[in-house]
């Protein structure tokens, strides 16, 4: 097959830590095509969409880990699949470029996520769609209603709606000082729309990353400690990851979220568990393969490129 990936720049990219990588190390193991772009990268001429591709030799050498080829110019519509791996923030080039994904999908690529799933499906607001899962959680911009919901929990996670990597999250307690000031700096005094969630104290055990695959959860998660002093659990924010089977709970989650994200097009997704309450429903470019594969051996990579040639196969014959 010819894969293309749409990525942030090349050089950027650290095979130590970086799935993307996981994901086209094991395509290219299987002999597919491998071509790279950054979502900048696409334009629309004589009504296609196209982009200069960039073929990939990989390598497992982690300090040189690609050769790119001169790039060509090439119709998205002509190639098998097209993996969108760009990271957030989920900003107006990120939509734009879905509805682009999306022009080249109805050309003939398959998408990988869905250009339409990623964007309906908001990593903190697809949470509502499951509150059998969620803590306490509540959904405003208006001080009164926070400062309600924080008084009624005591203890509470605040955060962005669009925030990744663990920034511009909050723990307020009913008697933090700073209380006020926290809600005005993450609302901009009252203009934008937040989440607050009662805090779950099972963060000291890990924030679980609990990987879905078409579907079907992974068996292996990894769990992001939070370092001395600090309530996240992000491995950006100095988190440290501990791989460990999936419990029972995080399998019934799994399960069923992934029959919804299955159905709406969305291949791999990434779950948020703390303890047993789901957090976030990562679908924009999940993390933590390598991770996994690197304390257990087990990657998920395989059954990945597994259930997309799988897909590929039923659309050739279909």
């Excluded at 293309?4 to 799935?19: G, I, M, N, T």
Aim: with cysteine; hydrophobic share 40%; glycine share 8%.
């Amino acid at each position: 097959m010819k894969l293309a990936f749409v990525l942030d720049p090349l050089a950027q990219l650290k095979a130590y830590k970086d799935s993307s990588i996981a994901m086209m190390r094991e395509a290219a193991r299987r002999g597919h095509a491998i071509f790279a772009l950054e979502a900048r990268d696409m334009l629309v001429r004589e009504g296609r969409i196209g982009a200069a591709l960039v073929p990939l030799t990989l390598s497992d050498d982690d300090d040189d880990w690609y050769r790119a080829g001169k790039p060509a110019d090439g119709w998205l519509g002509e190639l098998d699949m097209v993996f969108m791996r760009k990271d957030p923030p989920f900003d107006q080039e990120y939509y734009y470029a879905t509805l682009l994904l999306e022009r080249a999908q109805a050309e003939g690529a398959r998408v990988v996520n869905d250009p339409r799933a990623l964007r309906d499906w908001n990593e903190k607001l697809s949470i509502l769609r499951f509150p059998q899962f969620t803590p306490p959680t509540l959904v405003a911009s208006g001080a009164r209603e926070l400062n309600a919901f924080i008084d009624e929990h005591r203890d509470v996670i605040v955060k962005k709606l669009d925030g990744m990597g663990g920034t511009m999250i909050f723990r307020v307690r009913t008697d933090d000082p700073n209380r006020n000031v926290i809600l005005e700096t993450v609302t901009a005094l009252g203009a934008q729309t937040i989440m607050a969630q009662r805090f779950v104290p099972q963060i000291a055990a890990g924030d679980k990353r609990v990987l879905v695959i078409d579907g079907k959860p992974f068996g292996q998660c990894l769990a992001r400690i939070p370092k001395p002093g600090e309530t996240r659990g992000n491995l950006a924010v100095g988190g440290r990851g501990v791989a460990q089977p999936i419990s029972a709970r995080d399998r019934e989650i799994g399960e069923t979220i992934g029959r919804e994200l299955s159905r709406e097009g969305i291949v791999f997704a990434g779950l948020d568990v703390i303890g047993d309450w789901l957090t976030e429903i990562n679908v924009t470019s999940p993390t933590c393969i390598v991770e996994i594969a690197e304390q257990t051996g087990e990657n998920a990579a395989v059954p990945l490129l597994d259930s997309l040639e799988r897909l590929a196969a039923t659309a050739r014959s279909g």
